[in-house]
């Protein structure tokens, strides 16, 4: 597996666990502020992420390219 991927899993891996943590402590955190902390630090988490991922794969790809070219 190739730092890239690692990478690309580790990242993938937490965010999973950020949102289900969040959706656990949502459960009992209902007011505004809970609103606002998700407005401000998660609602646009997941498309972040799902941008990151595929410029990581970008980059594997380019990466490795480069690596058969140079042999």
Do not use: P
Not at 32 to 51: G, I, P, Q, R, W
């Amino acid at each position: 597996m190739s730092s890239m991927s690692a990478s690309k899993g580790l990242l993938s891996d937490a965010t999973r666990q950020l949102q289900a943590r969040w959706a656990e402590t949502r459960t009992s955190w209902r007011d505004h502020k809970a609103a606002e902390f998700e407005n401000l630090y998660l609602s646009d988490l997941a498309a972040s992420v799902n941008t990151t991922l595929r410029v990581i794969d970008e980059l594997d790809q380019l990466l490795h390219k480069i690596h058969v070219d140079c042999e």
